[in-house]
């Protein structure tokens, strides 16, 4: 018996070599790979388990649509059908083409970063360049699908051509942002996990580096998303890259405070900031004579980084600096502003001609 042109056993023949290759195609990836896993786990090379992977993911699929597709091909086939058929393979054949050439393209790129010690902060920055090669790979390949099925590449490419400088054109910001990013990938003034500071209301840790914007994680919580035109062109503090802080504060007393307590100061903070752990202390001396106190300035170095250290510090030497004041009697300058007011001829309210002074003291807390 014939039906379109092929005898039953002509389809039972090729419906058996499409289960046999299935199979084959599945005891190789269950048995035989399996194998070769468990001994690529054992050598200290990655080429071995990325070559695996690529085999699995995309050559085997590729391996078994191929031989399906030679097989129905020794059919007597319709014209139409037959075209059909072929611009399907083709399509595919492309899809997984692109698929392993990005993943060859990703696996290469990361690996040899992780070879020269770069942070995965930095290789999860990568993916927005990743994008857009992935995004060019693409374009070649339905390009060369196109090809294959016939039409005219050369006119398709003159158009894009034409087309690509008119949308050139008109997303200018656009491309400026992304040579902004290419900006930060190379030069790497910051990334992801960086603590930066642009200005007085715009500061966070670095959360997202895409191609057009860069997202920051603010102290209070909302995100920041920021173009990278903006961020390449500002004034960037990263903190994250800061190996010690300089500390600078001050302490005010009273012209009031004998000379002797006031050369006790000095030493007295100095043995302070020393007995902090994790400080290089750099020095104490009198600032100034101010207009209310006398001004004491101390520096020291806090070697970390760490926001949390700097505070913690810094709240254990003012405790120690209070604590030492109370007990050598040494009082904290509190500026006092004296001011009088005479009330004269309060003779129509009763109180005859008598003049009364008020004095009204306000105090402020002076800032070390």
Do not use: C
Not at 247 to 259: G, I, L, M
């Amino acid at each position: 018996m014939v039906f379109w042109g092929n005898t039953v056993q002509a389809y039972g023949i090729a419906l058996a070599g499409i289960v046999l290759t299935w199979l084959v195609i599945r005891i190789v990836r269950k048995y035989l790979l399996r194998l070769l896993e468990k001994y690529s786990q054992k050598t200290s090379s990655k080429t071995d388990d990325v070559l695996l992977s690529m085999v699995e993911k995309y050559a085997l699929p590729w391996l078994l649509i191929f031989i399906i597709y030679t097989i129905i091909q020794q059919l007597n086939l319709n014209p139409k059908f037959a075209k059909i058929l072929y611009g399907a393979f083709a399509f595919v054949t492309m899809f997984y083409a692109v698929r392993l050439v990005n993943s060859f393209i990703q696996l290469s790129i990361s690996g040899y970063m992780r070879r020269r010690g770069e942070s995965e902060a930095r290789i999860r920055h990568l993916q927005g360049l990743l994008v857009v090669v992935k995004a060019i790979v693409w374009v070649v390949g339905l390009l060369t699908f196109a090809n294959n099925l016939g039409f005219n590449v050369s006119t398709l490419l003159a158009s894009l051509g034409i087309g690509g400088v008119a949308i050139a054109l008109a997303s200018q910001a656009i491309l400026t942002d992304l040579f902004g990013y290419l900006v930060i990938f190379f030069d790497k003034p910051f990334e992801i996990g960086d603590f930066v500071i642009l200005s007085a209301d715009t500061l966070g840790t670095i959360e997202y580096i895409g191609i057009k914007t860069t997202r920051i994680r603010s102290l209070s919580g909302e995100q920041l998303i920021i173009s990278n035109t903006n961020m390449t062109n500002s004034i960037i503090r990263n903190y994250k890259r800061m190996e010690r802080r300089r500390v600078v504060f001050k302490v005010s007393v009273p012209y009031s405070t004998s000379h002797e307590k006031v050369q006790m100061v000095p030493p007295m903070i100095t043995d302070i900031i020393k007995a902090q752990p994790n400080v290089q202390f750099d020095r104490s001396h009198i600032l100034e004579y101010g207009q209310y106190s006398i001004s004491f300035e101390s520096v020291y170095y806090l070697m970390s980084a760490d926001y949390n250290a700097y505070m913690d510090t810094q709240q254990a030497i003012l405790y120690r600096i209070r604590e030492e004041f109370e007990k050598h009697g040494i009082e904290f300058a509190v500026p006092i502003q004296n001011l009088f007011v005479d009330v004269l001829n309060r003779k129509e309210n009763g109180h005859g001609d008598d003049k009364m002074m008020v004095e009204r003291q306000e105090k402020h807390s002076s800032r070390p």
